[in-house]
């Protein structure tokens, strides 16, 4: 069974960073460790882009079924479903949004999948998910969201954080890949 925990609308460029924070707070929520919960939100914020990029309003549904977080964005004219395809990207300033949307795969975890009108990620929950009731999820989103204002800043903050922590594992990668050199 499929169950709708939450649904954002997207209509200005403040909506994209709304649907990142509250895709971090989800997956957060859910129990995806800190490296996933970068990953999932940065997809959706990979796909709010794409959609105001298009000139289009869209939908963020977040969905529970089959052991997977599936979070669909629905593209919108006039406040119906648009069955036209995503295409590429309007905007100068988005260069690697010009290749077909198709192109890109959001995460070496999740996988993409597109309709017409309606790209849908699909990401495993985790092994070790807290013991959440689903029917709670949708007032305890709604809770969340009420009690966290929304702060670009703090969301800046956040992005910056997960960055830092990438280059550091990278870092350490790296330092582990030239010492194996050495000692051969």
Known sequence: MIRLIYSLKLRR?????????????????LGYEPSHQSAVSAAVFAIAY????DGKTAKIQFLLGDDNLLI???LCADGKVDLVPFSRSKSPASSSLRKPFAELKPTTFGDLNLE???????????????????ADLPWLIREIGRITPFDPLEEFYQLNRELLRLLRLAKIDDQAENHGEHAA
Request: net charge positive; proline share 9%; glycine share 4%.
């Open 72 to 74: 669909r964005c629905i």
């Open 50 to 53: 794409k959609s105001l990029a």
């Open 13 to 29: 460029h403040q909506h994209i960073l709304r649907a990142r924070q509250r895709t971090r707070q989800i997956a957060g929520l």
């Open 116 to 134: 017409p009108g309606r790209m849908t990620l699909t990401f495993p929950l985790p092994a070790q998910s807290p013991r959440l009731d689903a």
